[in-house]
C-alpha cells in the first residue's frame, strides 16, 4: 500500500487490512488483481459467568472495537461475516436465549428463534447451546445475545463467546 492510502484509513483498519489476490477470471479475462478483506476472526466474551437470579431479560455485553483481535490488534465484529455463539449454563433453570442485532449497538432487536438451554443438574458437564448468528447470506453488522429464565435460579452461572471469521 502506498503512504497517500494509508492516510486515508483510520490506524484500526490498516492494521487489519491485508491483501487477498484473486484467482484467474472463470469468463477468460486473466487475472484480476484483488481486493483488501479484514482478518477479524477470534473470539469474544458475551456473557462472562452471568449469575441469573431473577426472570428479568439480561442483554449479553457487547464486544467493541477497543478489543484486541488474536493477532493483538483492535478490530470491530461489524467486519465479521459469520458469527456463532456458544453458551455454557451452570444454572439450575432452563435459560432462553434470544439472539439480537444492531446496527449501532444502541438500538437491538430479535431475529431468528430462542434457543433453549437447559437446566444443569449439578454433577458432570455443563449444558451447552451453539447459535449460528449470521452466514455469508445473512449479514447482521453488530450482533447479541438475551438471555431471560422463566423462573429464576438458585444457582449457576450463563457464560457465552461470540466466535467470529470474516
Not at 490498516?14 to 481486493?35: C, F, I, K, T, Y
Not at 449479514?139 to 471469521?165: F, I, N
Request: hydrophobic content about 35%; some cysteine.
Amino acid at each position: 500500500m502506498g503512504s497517500s492510502f494509508r492516510s486515508q484509513i483510520s490506524p484500526i483498519n490498516h492494521e487489519q487490512l491485508r491483501w487477498v489476490p484473486r484467482s484467474d477470471d472463470q469468463n477468460g479475462g486473466g487475472n484480476q488483481g484483488g481486493s483488501l478483506v479484514m482478518s477479524v476472526f477470534g473470539e469474544d466474551v458475551l456473557f462472562n459467568s452471568l449469575a441469573i437470579t431473577d426472570t428479568v431479560a439480561h442483554m449479553s455485553q457487547t464486544p467493541g472495537v477497543t478489543n484486541p483481535n488474536p493477532e493483538g490488534t483492535p478490530y470491530d465484529q461489524v467486519y465479521a461475516v459469520q458469527k456463532t455463539a456458544v453458551l455454557e449454563s451452570t444454572l439450575n433453570q432452563s435459560v432462553s436465549v434470544q439472539p439480537m442485532w444492531s446496527r449501532d449497538r444502541v438500538n437491538w432487536y430479535a431475529f431468528g428463534t430462542a434457543t433453549a438451554v437447559n437446566a444443569y443438574s449439578g454433577s458432570g458437564v455443563a449444558q451447552t447451546a451453539v447459535i449460528a448468528l449470521s452466514t455469508p447470506s445473512l449479514y447482521l453488522p453488530y450482533v447479541g445475545l438475551q438471555a431471560t429464565c422463566a423462573t429464576a435460579p438458585t444457582s449457576g452461572t450463563l457464560s457465552g463467546w461470540l466466535e467470529r471469521l470474516g
